[in-house]
């Protein structure tokens, strides 16, 4: 059977899809990876589909060893990774042979990195997904020992790379108004999109703690508000109006207020940013939000097309002499033209 045995893990690594959607009422919150665009390009890169399970590390990597013959891909953020020694580029794919050790070190930019299987991670799966919910106790985290299975592969194209989009460093979030972004005042809004945070140490897959200088930013009759449905990408306001951005374990409901709701296709930008990364918000009604979504989703869509191969350094490969790199050479000294000369 092919696939990974996890020799060593890092302290955040999970086996992740797109997770569980439609289960609000349950009280389980959609979960799923916290870089879903990360998903996308390891499928792109593979040639197959972006609901296939996924390996997520969280800051570290860990070090494996395949079981059988397989095809991986990595992406996310950009991680040291090797195999049997041999460097290996980011946001591509590669084959690995039975036996060979993957070591995937830290994040040199941004948190969460993927490692993606062909075929995808076959392991169980649980309410239609293989996702591990772990602030909602659904799976647990991979630890040393673990057989990661990759499942049946549909492809076999290799050495594909993808210029993937900047997200690792902060940047602009877009914000939409929610529910409660009339308990602000105009004030407090405008001063809102003015402030310049930074990602806090307070952070996880629930949400991510965005911190200021100056005052916080409080609703008029916050302590009045009644516990409402919460989706991820809505910025809730902690009691002394500190904003957290919640993400996809985040809880389903609560009471505390909510200035809006940052777009879906920017959370990976939130999810990715590194701490101290500096983030802003910009207020954009609900028809550019949606404009500004659908851009994001055609750029997903395009994803396949925009792989290409690896150019490769001729110092990394081992199998350099197998190339016919000159043909057809002459003697300096014959005249080119003369036919009978040069054959």
């Known amino acids: 059977m092919s696939g990974l045995k996890v020799l060593q893990a890092g302290p955040v690594m ?67 990774a090797t195999l049997d020694g041999a460097a290996l580029a980011w946001n591509a794919s590669h084959q690995v042979a039975a036996g060979q050790k993957l070591m995937i070190g830290a994040a040199r930019q941004g948190v969460y990195g993927y490692l993606h299987l062909g075929g995808g991670i076959n392991s169980d799966s649980l309410l239609g997904s293989r996702a591990a919910h772990l602030t909602g106790g659904i799976g647990q985290s991979v630890q040393a020992g673990v057989v990661l299975p990759a499942g049946a592969d549909v492809s076999s194209e290799i050495g594909l790379g993808l210029q993937a989009e900047e997200r690792f460093s902060g940047g602009i979030l877009h914000i939409v108004e929610s529910f409660q972004t009339s308990l602000f005042s105009d004030a407090v809004l405008v001063r809102f999109a003015e402030t310049d945070f930074t990602r806090g140490v307070r952070a996880n897959r629930m949400g991510v703690e965005m911190v200021s200088e100056g005052e916080g930013f409080s609703a008029s009759g916050q302590l009045n508000i009644l516990s409402e449905v919460i989706v991820p990408g809505d910025v809730q306001m902690t009691g002394d109006g500190k904003p957290f951005v919640l993400l996809r374990e985040c809880q389903t409901t609560g009471g505390y207020p909510r200035i809006g709701t940052v777009l879906p296709c920017d959370l990976a930008r939130v999810a990715q940013a590194g701490n101290g990364a500096a983030l802003r918000f910009d207020w954009v009604t609900l028809e550019q939000g949606l404009e500004i979504q659908a851009r994001s989703d055609a750029a997903v869509k395009s994803l396949p097309s925009r792989c290409a191969p690896l150019i490769r350094d001729p110092s990394d490969m081992a199998d350099l002499l197998a190339y016919q790199l000159i043909s057809g050479a002459v003697s300096a000294g014959a005249d080119p033209f003369d036919i009978g000369e040069n054959t």
Request: proline share 3%; net charge negative.
């Open 14 to 80: 999970s086996v992740q899809d797109m997770g569980r959607p439609g289960l609000l009422e349950r009280g389980i919150s959609q979960g799923g990876a916290a870089d879903v665009l990360a998903l996308a390009e390891g499928a792109a890169l593979l040639r197959q589909d972006a609901g296939l399970a996924a390996l997520e590390m969280g800051g570290l990597g860990g070090t494996f060893e395949a079981t059988g013959a397989l095809r991986i891909a990595l992406t996310g953020a950009p991680m040291m």
